[in-house]
């Protein structure tokens, strides 16, 4: 158990919904990163925050935004979804730099 | 785009055999990791090296850092079923304001028969 929690473990939505994906990172941790993990394209980096600020940004698209909350837990909304979107989505936590411990992630279906 | 390319990207062995999976950018890291993920699971720290050169054991596994820091490589000595699994390599680069952004390898997919 890395100490991450993500929820739901599964979100089966239609094509055209909005969808918000929770994650808690580890006691002490000050930093969450989203991932997309899908077969063709790996893991694939979207966005980091630290302390409550984005910090970098990767390959995520606008219909993507996050954000993390005073209490550190982040949420990562997904809207307008297209079929290409169903993917595991993982948050990762750590105290800024260094080591990521990764949650078990949400798996995404979209029908 | 700095890429990581992994290889091989899959990998298919018999138990007792050795196997090495590689790791290669063509930028300098200041930090590489090595992950092992289960299907349905997230990802599992497995190592960190930091240092040119540097060689790490954890039991059957020995992970070696490129002297230059631009490589690194996994090799497992004789592989049992329980080693199966995807393992994935993920570096930050150095300069820049990476701030600690990981970059994944494509990931190699072992799988060790009985």
């Known amino acids: 158990d890395s100490g991450v929690t993500q ?4 979100l089966i939505t239609a094509t055209g919904q909005r969808v918000t994906l929770r994650c808690s990172p580890r ?3 000050l930093s969450v990163y989203w991932y997309q993990q899908s077969l063709d394209q790996g893991l694939q980096f979207l966005i980091q ?5 984005e910090r970098a940004k990767g390959n995520i698209l606008e219909r993507f935004s996050a954000q993390q909350f005073p209490d550190l837990h982040s949420e990562l909304n997904l809207s307008s979804l297209e079929l290409g979107d169903s993917a595991l989505y ?3 936590s750590n105290r800024g730099a260094g080591e990521q411990y990764f949650g078990p992630g949400t798996r995404l279906t979209v029908t | 785009t700095q890429l990581l390319e992994q290889s091989p990207q899959f990998l298919s ?3 007792g055999e050795n196997l090495t999976v590689y790791c290669n950018s063509s930028s300098v890291f200041s930090s590489l990791q090595w992950y092992r993920q289960e299907p349905g699971e997230g990802p599992v720290l497995l190592v960190t090296v930091v240092t040119g050169g ?3 054991k954890l039991k059957r596994l020995t992970f070696q850092f490129g002297d230059a820091r631009k490589d690194s490589s996994l090799h497992i000595t004789a592989a049992q079923p329980g080693d199966t699994g995807l393992y994935l390599c993920a570096g930050v680069y150095a300069g820049g304001t990476s701030y600690g952004k990981l970059t994944f390898g494509q990931g190699t ?5 009985p």
């Open chain 1, 7 to 10: 929820t739901p473990k599964h």
């Open chain 1, 27 to 29: 006691s002490g941790d």
């Open chain 1, 49 to 53: 925050y630290y302390n409550g600020e």
């Open chain 1, 90 to 92: 993982f948050c990762a």
């Open chain 2, 13 to 15: 062995i018999q138990e």
């Open chain 2, 54 to 56: 540097e060689v790490k």
């Open chain 2, 109 to 113: 997919i072992l799988t060790v028969h």
